[in-house]
Each structure stands twice: as C-alpha cells, then as structure tokens.
C-alpha cells in the first residue's frame, strides 16, 4: 500500500495538514529538538527508563545539537494515541510498544512480541541481522513511520491473579488486561480481555475492574505496587519472551534529518536496549524476592495450561495469514528465531542447565 495514498484517505490523514504546525521541528543556533509522546507515566520502571535513556543518549552523542522533548501520556496525547499522532505529524517521534497497534497492522506484533515467540536476544538477533529492520521499515512506509527499537523488558512475567490458575478453563470469564496477539489468545481461552494504559491498572485492579493482569517483570511490576492488591503471581508467561520497544519517528521528519542525526538516533536507539534490557535483569531477582517477602506466592502454569496456550497461539497467528505482509514478517522471524535457538539451545541453554545441576540451584 502506497502512505500517500492511506494518509489521504484515512482519518489520520484527514488531520495531517492541521496537525503539522504542531511537529515543526525546533531550530536554534543550528540545534534540533524532536517532541517524543510516549505510552509510560513518568518514573514507570523499564519502560519510561528506556524512554529517559534515549533521551539521554540522543543528547549526549550530539553533544546537545540534536535533543528529544519527551512527553507522557496527556502532556500531548494519550498513551495509545502516539501512534496515529506521529503517524499524522502532530509529534515528531514516539516511544511506546509497537504490539498495542495491531489494530493498524498484525504485523506490528512482531516489533514488540508474540505468542511463543523470540527472547530479547533472538528478537535482537532477528532485527539486526535478520532482516527484521527491514521489514520494520517496509511495514512503517504504510503509516508513515521509521521504526526503531529503543529497549527490551526481558521475559515478561504470566501476570497477577488474586486466584490460582488451576486449569484452562479458570481463563472462562476472567477480566484480564494483556495487549498484543498474547491477549487474542486468552480471548480464544474465554477471557475478557482489556487493553488498558500501565497507568490505570493499579487501579483497574485494585476496584474489581480487572481479576488479573500481565505488566512486565518483578522490578516493573514491584513499583508499579501490583502486590498490594493481588497475591498470586505467575513468573513465566507465553505471550512476551523477550519484549522490545519502538521509538518510531514520522517519516517526513526522518528524511529531513542529517544522515549524522538519523546515525545519532539509531545508535541511542541500540545503546538504550543494552543499558535498559542489562538494568532490568540485573534489579529482577531482588526485587522478586522482595516481592515474596511481602507475601506474594510465586507460581508457574501447569504443563495442561502452557498446552492450551500453544493451541490457542497456533490459531490466532495462523488467522492473519491471510494478509500477505504479515505472512512474510512472520517467516523471517521463525527463520531467524530457529537458526539462533540451534546454537543456544546446544550452548547456553545447555550451560545453564549444567551449571544449576553441578552448583545446586
């Protein structure tokens, strides 16, 4: 699909040329400010870190010609409203979690996670030598985006319950909230699945509004106060292995950039998910253990639920095979994802494994 032909006659498009006084980029002295709406609250462990990160590194690798204006949700726009108002010129960039729009594109799925897909090392594996930025770019000519990944949560954690899970069927009519193709699954399994703001779900689930959630990981989630209000918590779940997040700027304004600032942000870009993916495993396991010393119980899913997620998987992913784009994203990243696991699986995972058998952990 041409942009030019889907910004004209779609609603984003029909708001372009008005929103477009609001994206001018800020000149001075030779210096450039890009406006950067994100998805996060601010202070929000992981994910406003990246953010914060990116913003800082921009800043320093220019020495200060090149800076970001970051945004939270409602200084600007709405958490999941960054994607149309890049899309559109009211913003010039944002940061946020490519998989909350599905809706414009199943593929958007691949740039953040799917079901029983890549670990943070695959994905990366994938988007910089698998063709997976590529594919990021050709999906982004439709909306008039550059994408970029700018962080990774690591393996996202099953989510808070205040029961138990003891079989498939307790998803039946459970009020969760989880985005992406991983929430088509639960929806497959009869949850009522929601996709709410990380700043609303506190209280979303301390009022009844929800019965569980999935956010990120102990460290995300430990700040974020979940385990005042639930006990149970699932530490391994199917749905985000390895998450990664976009910094996606509107296309416009990347091609106006100088071939310096576009180098600028995709190396910031690559720096932010080392240093922000490294601090997140580092701070998980003490913050998990803090949060079982505060009474939280710590479970996995039994091998009859994992079982039932991968059916469930199996069949939202083969229901957007029909679009031809998605297909051809989700064959490169199975083809990446099954020559990088040959060699862990045969050396680090088989390392570990040992290393836990022969020291006892």
């Known amino acids: 699909m041409d942009r030019r032909y889907f910004l004209k006659t779609s609603?984003?498009?029909?708001?372009?040329?008005?929103?477009?006084?609001?994206?001018?980029?800020?000149?001075?002295?030779?210096?450039?400010?890009?406006?950067?709406?994100?998805?996060?609250?601010?202070?929000?462990?992981?994910?406003?870190?990246?953010?914060?990160?990116?913003?800082?590194?921009?800043?320093?690798?220019?020495?200060?010609?090149?800076?970001?204006?970051?945004?939270?949700?409602?200084?600007?726009?709405?958490?999941?409203?960054?994607f149309d108002a890049v899309s559109s010129g009211q913003a010039d960039m944002y940061h946020s979690a490519d998989y909350y729009y599905i809706g414009q594109h199943p593929a958007y799925a691949y740039f953040t996670a799917v079901p029983f897909g890549g670990t943070a090392q695959e994905v990366t594996n994938w988007y910089e030598h698998g063709g997976g930025q590529e594919l990021h770019d050709e999906l982004g000519e439709i909306f008039n985006l550059k994408g970029l990944l700018s962080g990774n949560s690591g393996s996202q954690s099953g989510g808070w319950f205040r029961n138990e899970i003891n079989s498939a069927a307790d998803f039946n009519g459970l009020k969760f909230r989880m985005p992406g193709l991983g929430g088509k699954v639960l929806g497959k399994l009869g949850a009522s699945v929601q996709n709410i703001p990380g700043g609303e779900l506190y209280q979303a689930l301390s009022s009844g509004a929800l019965d569980g959630l999935e956010w990120v990981g102990p460290m995300a989630d430990e700040r974020a106060g979940f385990q005042e209000v639930a006990k149970v918590y699932y530490t391994a779940g199917f749905h985000e292995p390895g998450s990664a997040l976009a910094s996606s700027v509107n296309l416009d304004v990347w091609n106006d950039l100088t071939p310096a600032h576009k180098a600028i942000l995709q190396g910031a870009s690559r720096a932010t998910t080392h240093v922000q993916l490294a601090e997140t495993l580092a701070n998980n396991g003490a913050a998990l253990a803090r949060l079982q010393a505060q009474g939280v119980k710590t479970l996995q899913f039994s091998d009859d639920v994992w079982d039932a997620f991968g059916a469930a998987s199996k069949e939202v992913m083969d229901e957007n095979m029909g679009d031809e784009l998605f297909a051809k994203v989700r064959a490169s990243f199975e083809a990446s994802m099954a020559s990088s696991s040959s060699w862990i699986d045969k050396s680090d995972g088989y390392y570990v494994a040992q290393r836990n058998r022969v020291l006892g952990n």
Request: without cysteine; hydrophobic residues 45%.
């Open 11 to 82: 609603a984003i498009g029909g708001t372009a040329a008005a929103a477009s006084t609001l994206a001018a980029p800020v000149y001075a002295q030779g210096k450039r400010t890009l406006t950067m709406v994100t998805s996060w609250p601010r202070g929000f462990a992981v994910l406003d870190d990246a953010a914060s990160y990116l913003e800082k590194f921009v800043g320093e690798m220019s020495d200060g010609n090149l800076t970001i204006d970051k945004k939270a949700p409602g200084e600007l726009v709405g958490a999941l409203e960054v």
